[in-house]
Each structure stands twice: as structure tokens, then as C-alpha cells.
């Protein structure tokens, strides 16, 4: 990660609508919510070996960030309009591979989708969680999941600590372990991070 | 979860259909590696159950030399589906129709909140003394009357142009959902049968939706105020705007909102499986609602 008197940088090429100091793009915790994660906590070591499952790309803002630092990234969106935007900075990005289909059914993408190390999820459903947890397939043992989870898309009048313990809850039986929870607050209003690890099953192998 | 299992095992018997080809007990069958016929392909079956594929396979079936090919060549079929995708969005009718009726949302708020504030300014610059006791004549009287080349002048007249383009917009509103909407354009006019569609995003969704959804759709602040304070819940949203409810005398207009949401649902759903006019049903529904709006 490229940090400059506090300011996270990527590199590579730029897309319309960055912020650009000489050969460095700004990354903004405003505008990108893996961004604020970086800034407010802990994110698991990114590198070029990694691929990653991203769910909702939209209009590829984060994407484009992220595939400056990663391998492949296998970009999931459904809604026709930001798919305009993604193929921009597809056509910029060459290791972002666009998948217009809906996340919840992973059947449809399940020929074309191989391991990853990393499955980030942003999508604002109302099962968010469990359409994570029907994504896991993907994910290698030992791979992380970053959820950015949006409490009001989940319920609008509960208690958004208690909507965030129940995801919690869902991937703890999913098998996932190492959690790590950050409320993303400052920058995005009633999002919170959800950073899990996929546990390492080779016991279960022999 | 044990499904995490990478090799496909129990699917020997089966074929399992990666992108750049099928694998089975026999062995694999690659597909031709041109972005165009792998799209073709991928755009023709559908799969039941999970599978991983991954570079090494498709480079010992001899389907690609390396790790970089492959990646090139299954960016350019996502690629090509993702174009496929956007393309028959950009000629659906419904999609087109939804557009339309939001950007006639926006023209309206725009155009309100513009007279609003002109006709403001137009009091306060009106002689002195007659501002706070004298009511304003209507709204009319900026419009097309550029007296003076300031500004405010200019975009008054701006705003009196802007309503021919409003209405046409509106027209060809119209026409689109009599076209797309027959039967439920006939209960509740085609301009709020567009603004329906349009607030709940596609018609298979409208469709699915149940009567009391559409009901208070588009009552979206009063219905969540009554969900988290207890206030009265909404009782109608968007179909308010049709002159059956609005005109109705208030001891009934629940009553009438709820028989003509309950007739819309299934025009709705008319529209959207079956698409044609339904005059025998169309009778029978605006009987049941003018019978509601009979007050007893």
C-alpha cells in the first residue's frame, strides 16, 4: 500500500473523475468504501498474486482502485446502467474481468469463476449475508472476506450493532474465523466492514 | 462446509461445462477459442450445481498455451456479455419507459423549485410597501414577460419554454405505457401506471408485488414513519394521484385505495404475462371500485 503524509495512493493508469498527483491517483475513504477500511482499520496484505471475487462492482470507482494493487478480479454486477462505467475502467484496467450477473445465483458465473483469495462483497440487499455465504465456494481455505455491510438495506427500525452480530453470527457457522469489525462511520453512513477468514480444511482431506 | 472441495468428483458421470469446454468420464471436448463462438456458448446453457474452473485445466486440455492467454481470452467474452447485457437494456421499452418518467420527475421538481424561488424574488423587488400585505397575482404573471434583459427575466422565460418539452415528454410517456401497461393504463391512467413502474424498478417486479405494496408505493417517508414513530400508516402512496382516490370523499378513500389496488395487482400482472387488453376484466374492476367509492 502507497501512503503519502496520510494519504492512500494506487498507481497505474487513471480514470475520469481522479484525483492525480504527478504518477500517483489518489484513493479517497469518501468515494471508495475498501478505502475507508484502510484508513479507519485493518485490511488484510494485498498483492499482485491475489485474485479477488468482487460482488457489486457498480460502476467499477473501487475496482479500478483495487486492481492497481491486485491480480485478477472477477467483477460482479447485474444493473445494466453501471455496467456503461465498469466497461470504462475495464477497458483501462486489464486484469478486471466484468461478470454481468446476479450475485445470488453463483451457478451462473460457476464455469467461468476459479479460486480466489479474496471475496469482497458490496451489495445493499437485504440477504447480503447469505448470498456471502453462497459465494464462499470460490474462496480458497485460508482466503479473507471483506464485507462492506449496509445496516439499513438489512432492516430500517433494528439496532444496526445487532444486525452487524447476526451477519457475524451467519459466518461463524459458514466456518469462517479471525473476525475483525469496523464501523466505517466517518466516511459512509451505517456501513460497518466485516473482515473474516475462510478457515484452512485440510484436516477434513484425510 | 464440505462442498469446498475443488475436484469434481461426483459429477464423473456428468458433464461439467466450463467455458472453454466440456469435461466428462471420456474426457474433455475444448471449445474453439474465438472470443465470439465461446459467448455463443456460454449464452446457451445454464448450469445446476457449482464447478471451479481453472487455468492449468484449460492449459493441459490444450485449450490455451498459458495463464496470460487465458485470462485475455475470458476477459474478451465477459466483455462480449457485458455488451450483450447493456445492449438489450438500451432497447428495452421498459427501461426506456422508466427513464422517461424519471427524468419527467426531475424536470418537475426542477421547474417547481425554480418558480418557487423567481416568483419569491419577483415580491421582493415589487414596489416597496406592497411586499407582506399584497397577495401575488398568479403564477403567470412572469411568464414570457421579459421586460428587462436581466437574469432572472431570462430564466423566467426559460421555465415558460421548459413546459412545452414537459409536455411532450409526458405525451410520449403516455403512449409508451398504453403501449407497455394496457390494463392497468385503463384503471389508473397511463401517466401513473408509468410512475408505478418506474418506482418499483421492472415490471416482473410490479407484477409480484401484492395489492397493499402498491398501495402505499411511493408513500415510502410516511410508511417508514409509521414503522419506526407509530404514526398513521399511509393509505395510498402514487395511485393517490389519480382523481378516483383524490376525489373521493375522505371517509371512504381507504376503502377505494385499497378495492383499486387490489384491481391493479391483477392488471399488473395481466400486463406483464399476458400483455393485451382485458375488456371483460377492465368492466368487472371498475365496477368493484366504483362501488367502494359509494359511501354507505
Same mark, same amino acid.
Given at each position: 500500500m502507497i501512503w503519502k503524509d496520510g494519504i492512500l495512493y494506487t498507481t497505474g493508469k487513471s480514470i475520469k473523475g481522479d484525483r492525480v498527483f504527478g504518477k500517483l491517483r489518489v484513493w479517497p475513504p469518501e468515494r471508495s468504501k475498501l478505502a475507508a477500511l484502510y484508513y479507519l482499520g485493518v485490511v488484510p496484505d494485498i498483492n499482485k498474486t491475489n485474485d479477488f471475487l468482487y460482488l457489486g462492482a457498480a460502476s467499477g470507482t473501487t475496482v479500478s482502485f483495487l486492481a492497481d494493487y491486485t491480480g485478477i478480479i472477477y467483477a460482479v454486477e447485474i444493473a445494466p446502467e453501471p455496467l456503461f462505467g465498469l466497461l470504462e475502467v475495464v477497458e483501462r484496467k486489464k486484469n478486471v474481468i466484468p461478470i454481468p450477473a446476479d450475485a445470488s445465483k453463483p451457478e451462473i458465473y460457476s464455469s467461468i469463476v476459479s479460486n480466489v483469495d479474496f471475496l469482497y462483497i458490496d451489495i445493499a440487499q437485504r440477504n447480503q449475508a447469505e448470498i456471502a455465504v453462497r459465494n464462499l465456494f470460490f474462496l480458497k481455505s485460508g482466503g479473507y472476506l471483506i464485507m462492506m455491510l449496509k445496516t439499513r438495506s438489512v432492516s430500517a427500525h433494528e439496532d444496526s450493532e445487532k444486525i452487524c452480530k447476526e451477519t457475524v453470527d451467519i459466518f461463524l457457522k459458514a466456518g469462517m474465523c479471525d473476525f475483525s469489525v469496523t464501523w466505517l462511520e466517518k466516511y459512509h453512513r451505517g456501513h460497518v466492514a466485516i473482515v473474516c477468514r475462510k478457515r484452512f480444511i485440510e484436516k477434513s482431506d484425510e | 462446509?464440505?462442498?469446498?472441495?475443488?475436484?469434481?468428483?461426483?459429477?464423473?458421470?456428468?458433464?461439467?461445462?466450463?467455458?472453454?469446454?466440456?469435461?466428462?468420464?471420456?474426457?474433455?471436448?475444448?471449445?474453439?477459442?474465438?472470443?465470439?463462438?465461446?459467448?455463443?456458448?456460454?449464452?446457451?446453457?445454464?448450469?445446476?450445481?457449482?464447478?471451479?474452473?481453472?487455468?492449468?485445466?484449460?492449459?493441459?486440455?490444450?485449450?490455451?498455451?498459458?495463464?496470460?492467454?487465458?485470462?485475455?481470452?475470458?476477459?474478451?467474452?465477459?466483455?462480449?456479455?457485458?455488451?450483450?447485457?447493456?445492449?438489450?437494456?438500451?432497447?428495452?421499452?421498459?427501461?426506456?419507459?422508466?427513464?422517461?418518467?424519471?427524468?419527467?420527475?426531475?424536470?418537475?421538481?426542477?421547474?417547481?423549485?425554480? !418558480? *418557487?424561488?423567481? @416568483?419569491?424574488?419577483?415580491?421582493?423587488?415589487? %414596489? $416597496?410597501? =406592497?411586499?407582506?400585505?399584497?397577495?401575488? +397575482?398568479?403564477?403567470?404573471?412572469?411568464?414570457?414577460?421579459?421586460?428587462?434583459?436581466?437574469?432572472?427575466?431570462?430564466?423566467?422565460?426559460?421555465?415558460?419554454?421548459?413546459?412545452?418539452?414537459?409536455?411532450?415528454?409526458?405525451?410520449?410517456?403516455?403512449?409508451?405505457?398504453?403501449?407497455?401497461?394496457?390494463?392497468?393504463?385503463?384503471?389508473?391512467?397511463?401517466?401513473?401506471?408509468?410512475?408505478?413502474? !418506474? *418506482?418499483?424498478? @421492472?415490471?416482473?417486479?410490479?407484477?409480484?408485488? %401484492? $395489492?397493499? =405494496?402498491?398501495?402505499?408505493?411511493?408513500? +415510502?417517508?410516511?410508511?417508514?414513519?409509521?414503522?419506526?414513530?407509530?404514526?398513521?400508516?399511509?393509505?395510498?402512496?402514487?395511485?393517490?394521484?389519480?382523481?378516483?382516490?383524490?376525489?373521493?370523499?375522505?371517509?371512504?378513500?381507504?376503502?377505494?385505495?385499497?378495492?383499486?389496488?387490489?384491481?391493479?395487482?391483477?392488471?399488473?400482472?395481466?400486463?406483464?404475462?399476458?400483455?393485451?387488453?382485458?375488456?371483460?376484466?377492465?368492466?368487472?374492476?371498475?365496477?368493484?371500485i366504483e362501488q367502494a367509492g359509494i359511501c354507505a
Amino acid at each position: 500500500m502507497i501512503w503519502k503524509d496520510g494519504i492512500l495512493y494506487t498507481t497505474g493508469k487513471s480514470i475520469k473523475g481522479d484525483r492525480v498527483f504527478g504518477k500517483l491517483r489518489v484513493w479517497p475513504p469518501e468515494r471508495s468504501k475498501l478505502a475507508a477500511l484502510y484508513y479507519l482499520g485493518v485490511v488484510p496484505d494485498i498483492n499482485k498474486t491475489n485474485d479477488f471475487l468482487y460482488l457489486g462492482a457498480a460502476s467499477g470507482t473501487t475496482v479500478s482502485f483495487l486492481a492497481d494493487y491486485t491480480g485478477i478480479i472477477y467483477a460482479v454486477e447485474i444493473a445494466p446502467e453501471p455496467l456503461f462505467g465498469l466497461l470504462e475502467v475495464v477497458e483501462r484496467k486489464k486484469n478486471v474481468i466484468p461478470i454481468p450477473a446476479d450475485a445470488s445465483k453463483p451457478e451462473i458465473y460457476s464455469s467461468i469463476v476459479s479460486n480466489v483469495d479474496f471475496l469482497y462483497i458490496d451489495i445493499a440487499q437485504r440477504n447480503q449475508a447469505e448470498i456471502a455465504v453462497r459465494n464462499l465456494f470460490f474462496l480458497k481455505s485460508g482466503g479473507y472476506l471483506i464485507m462492506m455491510l449496509k445496516t439499513r438495506s438489512v432492516s430500517a427500525h433494528e439496532d444496526s450493532e445487532k444486525i452487524c452480530k447476526e451477519t457475524v453470527d451467519i459466518f461463524l457457522k459458514a466456518g469462517m474465523c479471525d473476525f475483525s469489525v469496523t464501523w466505517l462511520e466517518k466516511y459512509h453512513r451505517g456501513h460497518v466492514a466485516i473482515v473474516c477468514r475462510k478457515r484452512f480444511i485440510e484436516k477434513s482431506d484425510e | 462446509m464440505d462442498l469446498m472441495d475443488n475436484k469434481v468428483s461426483e459429477t464423473n458421470l456428468m458433464v461439467s461445462k466450463y467455458w472453454f469446454g466440456d469435461y466428462s468420464s471420456e474426457g474433455w471436448v475444448v471449445a474453439p477459442s474465438d472470443a465470439n463462438s465461446l459467448f455463443e456458448r456460454l449464452s446457451h446453457y445454464s448450469l445446476d450445481f457449482m464447478i471451479l474452473p481453472s487455468w492449468s485445466d484449460a492449459v493441459s486440455c490444450g485449450f490455451c498455451s498459458d495463464r496470460g492467454e487465458y485470462y485475455e481470452i475470458l476477459r474478451d467474452v465477459c466483455i462480449l456479455w457485458s455488451q450483450d447485457k447493456i445492449r438489450s437494456y438500451r432497447f428495452s421499452d421498459e427501461a426506456r419507459l422508466i427513464k422517461l418518467v424519471l427524468i419527467l420527475r426531475e424536470t418537475d421538481h426542477m421547474m417547481g423549485r425554480v !418558480a *418557487e424561488q423567481i @416568483s419569491m424574488w419577483e415580491r421582493m423587488m415589487s %414596489p $416597496a410597501g =406592497s411586499y407582506g400585505d399584497e397577495k401575488p +397575482k398568479d403564477d403567470k404573471h412572469w411568464e414570457g414577460n421579459v421586460q428587462q434583459s436581466d437574469g432572472i427575466s431570462l430564466l423566467a422565460s426559460d421555465i415558460a419554454g421548459m413546459k412545452g418539452s414537459r409536455t411532450r415528454i409526458a405525451r410520449d410517456i403516455i403512449y409508451r405505457s398504453e403501449g407497455l401497461l394496457p390494463n392497468s393504463s385503463a384503471l389508473i391512467g397511463p401517466l401513473v401506471a408509468a410512475r408505478l413502474l !418506474a *418506482e418499483a424498478g @421492472s415490471l416482473a417486479r410490479l407484477a409480484q408485488m %401484492p $395489492a397493499s =405494496s402498491i398501495q402505499i408505493l411511493g408513500a +415510502k417517508n410516511a410508511f417508514f414513519s409509521h414503522r419506526s414513530s407509530g404514526s398513521p400508516p399511509p393509505k395510498h402512496g402514487l395511485i393517490f394521484e389519480h382523481k378516483r382516490i383524490h376525489t373521493a370523499k375522505k371517509r371512504v378513500r381507504g376503502r377505494v385505495a385499497r378495492t383499486l389496488s387490489a384491481s391493479l395487482a391483477i392488471a399488473l400482472r395481466i400486463d406483464c404475462y399476458r400483455g393485451q387488453l382485458d375488456p371483460v376484466f377492465l368492466k368487472k374492476a371498475n365496477n368493484r371500485i366504483e362501488q367502494a367509492g359509494i359511501c354507505a
